[in-house]
């Protein structure tokens, strides 16, 4: 598989070695190679999503979910202690590791377990330093801006 030479895109950006990585790990694939275990990504509303997986079959205790460095990882083993004899196994019960790269100020919230499915609530929060402002104009309607030196501006003072 022929894959992008980013090497340009690191040359000549600060700053963007994350987003260089992501494209670099988007275009060589899922490195699981698998589809396992299946999941659905979900707008809720405008700042709310949620990552539904199917993993039919875990405990709670047999999942591990960790956020680092922007990364939502979410891990499934099983501890299958005895040993079964089937006839037919259609169900998969192997151990998985999915991997899920998070927008800046995207939080995970929370997760439940129900039905099969793991749900993981998350969230954006956008700080309010780094929230749109509006800048008021400030206008003069009688006179026009003056350019005024300090002399004249403390005669003015000392006047009124």
């Known amino acids: ?3 992008i030479d980013l090497t ?3 040359r000549s950006s600060i700053g963007f070695d994350r ?3 992501l494209l670099d790990s ?5 490195a699981s190679g698998t589809g396992y ?4 990504i979900e707008v809720l509303d405008e700042n709310r999503y949620a990552i539904t997986l199917a993993v039919a079959g875990f405990a709670e205790q047999e999942l591990d979910i960790q956020v680092e460095k922007g990364v939502l990882t979410i891990k499934g083993h099983k501890a299958d202690k005895e040993t079964r004899k ?4 259609g169900i998969a019960n192997r151990a998985f590791e999915r991997k899920f790269n998070l927008a800046d100020y995207v939080e995970v919230t929370g ?4 039905n099969g499915l793991l749900t993981i609530s998350l969230v954006k929060e956008i700080p309010e330093a780094m929230k749109p402002k509006s800048i008021a104009i400030n206008s003069q309607t009688s006179k026009a801006l003056e350019h005024k030196t300090e002399k004249e501006v403390k005669q003015q003072e000392d006047a009124a």
Not at 37 to 40: A, R
Not at 86 to 89: I, R, T
Not at 111 to 114: F, H, I, P, T
């Open 111 to 114: 997760a439940d377990l129900a």
């Open 1 to 3: 598989m022929n894959s």
């Open 19 to 21: 987003m260089a990585s």
């Open 37 to 40: 275990p299946p999941y659905n």
């Open 86 to 89: 089937y006839l037919y196994q």
């Open 26 to 30: 988007a275009l060589s694939g899922d």
């Open 8 to 10: 340009p895109l690191y």
